[in-house]
C-alpha cells in the first residue's frame, strides 16, 4: 500500500501519537503496548512510520506515555515527546518540532489514505485544521419512520445508515497548535470545537481509502487478513 515519493511533503512534519495506555487492547490480557502489537509482520508503530515516510514525511515525532518502557525503546530512533502525564489525543501536538504543516496520526489507525492528496487539501482551503472522514455504516436498533407532518410515508426496520466519522487522522497548521495550551490535557473533539468558537475554519477531508481502528483482538484480526492479502498478492 505504498505511496509513490513526493516532494510537497517534504516540509510537512509528522507525529505519531501512541501516548494512551492501550488498556481496551490490555483488557483482553496482553501485557504488550498496542503500538507494539503486529499487524502482517510489523508493529503498528513501523506501519504508521513507514505511510509517513512513504509519502515524502521523515521528520517524524511520537508520542509515548513515560511509564511505557518497551514502547520508548521501540520508538527511540525517532523524536521522542514522553508525556510526563496524559495530554489527551491532541495536547502533545504543542510541544511537537515547530511545522508549518503537522499530519497527526494515532498508532491503533491503519489506512491507504494519500496524505499528499490530504495535506494537498488542507493548503488550498486555507484551514487551521483539517481532518479526514470517511462514512461508516451504523445500524439503528429501532424502526425508522418518515413523516410527512403526521402522516407516515415510509418504514424501514433497522436501517443501516452511513455516518460521517473522524478517521483519526489530522493536519494542523500553527494557528491550531497555538490554540493548545503548553502542557495541556485536550482531546480533538475539544480543540476542534475550540477552534470553531474562536472563528477558525475547520475543514474536512472526505475519502473513500481503506481504514481500520484496533483496539482489540478482533480489529487486530482484522486488520491481520486484510493487510495478509495485500502482502500475499
Known amino acids: 500500500m505504498r505511496k509513490a515519493l ?10 505519531i501519537m501512541a501516548g494512551g495506555s492501550s488498556e481496551r487492547m490490555r483488557a ?26 512513504s509519502h515524502g514525511v521523515h521528520d517524524i515525532t511520537v508520542a509515548v506515555n513515560e511509564a511505557e518502557h518497551d514502547l520508548l525503546a521501540a520508538a527511540s530512533r525517532f523524536h521522542l515527546l ?95 497548535i497555538d490554540a493548545i495550551q503548553p502542557g495541556e490535557r485536550i482531546h480533538a473533539p475539544e480543540l476542534i470545537n475550540r477552534l470553531i468558537a474562536n472563528g477558525e475554519k475547520v475543514a474536512a477531508f472526505r475519502h473513500q481509502a481503506w481504514w481500520i481502528d484496533i483496539n482489540d483482538e478482533a480489529a487486530l484480526a482484522c486488520a491481520e487478513a486484510a493487510l495478509g492479502r495485500e502482502v500475499a498478492r
Open 82 to 176: 514522553i508525556e510526563p502525564k496524559p495530554l489527551g489525543t491532541i495536547g502533545a501536538a504543542r510541544l511537537a518540532p515547530p511545522a508549518e504543516t503537522l499530519i497527526v496520526l494515532y498508532v491503533d489507525n491503519l489506512t491507504d489514505l494519500d496524505l499528499r492528496a490530504f495535506v494537498d487539501f488542507h493548503r488550498g482551503s486555507g484551514a487551521a485544521l483539517t481532518v479526514a472522514s470517511h462514512d461508516e455504516p451504523f445500524r439503528i436498533p429501532f424502526g425508522q419512520l418518515e413523516l410527512a407532518g403526521s402522516w407516515v410515508v415510509a418504514y424501514k426496520e433497522k436501517p443501516l445508515l452511513p455516518i460521517s466519522i473522524s478517521s483519526g487522522l489530522y493536519v494542523l497548521s500553527p494557528r491550531a
Open 6 to 15: 513526493n516532494t510537497s511533503l517534504m516540509s510537512a512534519k509528522g507525529l
Open 28 to 53: 483482553s490480557g496482553t501485557i504488550t503496548h498496542k503500538a507494539l502489537r503486529e499487524v502482517a509482520g510489523r508493529t503498528l508503530l513501523q506501519h504508521n512510520v513507514e505511510m509517513l515516510r
